[in-house]
């Protein structure tokens, strides 16, 4: 199983900066997707950005697109998502998670996510 833990989660202020992490206790397969999903008190879970395994094909929620930043390093066997400009809005619970499917290539679809975090806490004070 793929087992994997978040770190990088706090508190900050509108308009700064946090870099989230997602190590995995192994190799990501070929054709899989690492991803990261969100959650705020009362809402649903949504994508936020995701990534194929070439570590080329990213995709990104219209809200974080000029501002979050997704990567991969396949050494360390862990996806980072840079947060810049942060808002209040992107207070959540963020989770990593990773789909063993080749269709989640260009796709930010929470039923393809099988394995997921414990999730990291990100607060944004106006």
């Known amino acids: 199983q793929v087992q994997l833990v978040e770190s990088g989660g706090g508190s900050v202020q509108a308009g700064g900066s946090l870099r989230l992490s997602c190590s995995a206790s192994v190799d990501s397969f070929r054709g899989a997707c690492m991803g990261w999903f969100r959650q705020a008190p009362g809402k649903e879970r949504e994508g936020v950005a995701s990534?194929?395994?070439?570590?080329?094909?990213?995709t990104y929620a219209d809200s974080v697109k000029t501002r979050f930043t997704i990567s991969q390093d396949d050494v360390k066997n862990t996806v980072y998502l840079q947060m810049n400009n942060l808002k209040p809005e992107d207070t959540a619970m963020y989770y990593c998670a990773a789909s063993p499917y080749m269709r989640c290539r260009g796709a930010l679809r929470l039923g393809d996510f099988r394995s997921w975090g414990q999730g990291t806490q990100v607060t944004v004070s106006s």
């Open positions: 990534i194929y395994d070439d570590g080329v094909t990213v």
